[in-house]
């Protein structure tokens, strides 16, 4: 069941529709791609989860706060056992881990190792639910969900799940019963 659904952001839509009335610089230009880029994955990712079965509550692009502090969460899936926290990475192409950073193998270009963000959010998700009296176990996961994405020199402990796992990973989920009930 899905109890919110995943919007462009005010940031793509200001950026699209920007980019059909100007010229937008090369730094414009690159954010623009990448924010289209994600959320065509975001997208991907949520026709996926149309399989899923059983009772689970699905909620898609929470933008929460916490403590003053704000953070992002792509897909949120509430089951009987877990909450399972999922950040949904689109990237394209050969990438590798180095000393916890990400670089592209083509450019040597530097990313954001998608696991910092993913703890964070994580972090400040199990204080909401603290602060909510609430406790359960919540399962972080960075999903990358382009089938032409390879990331080389990455330890079997990051909490990944790869283009060719994210099948094994909803089958998963489908194979686990799921009875939600409301708790006072």
Known sequence: MILKYRTESDELLTLRS??????????????????????????????????LQEERCILNDLLLEVNNSYFQIDSLIISQEAI????????????????????????DREYKNPVTQLQRSATL?????????RNFLVEASVIFINPEFTLYQCPVDQPF????????????????????????
């Not at 065509?40 to 990712?45: A, H, V």
């Not at 399972?84 to 450019?107: A, P, R, W």
């Open 18 to 51: 920007l980019n059909t009335r100007m010229i937008l610089t090369e730094k414009e230009k690159f954010h623009y791609s990448v924010l289209e880029k994600g959320f065509e994955g975001e997208r991907k990712f949520d026709q996926l989860l149309e399989i």
């Open 84 to 107: 399972y926290l999922l950040d949904v990475k689109n990237y394209q192409g050969d990438y590798y881990l180095d000393s916890d950073k990400l670089y592209s193998v083509t450019t």
């Open 161 to 184: 799940i790869f283009p060719t796992q994210v099948n094994r990973f909803l089958k998963s989920l489908n194979q686990t019963t799921s009875k939600l009930t409301m708790s006072k």
């Open 125 to 133: 998700f199990r204080q909401l639910l603290q602060s909510l009296k």
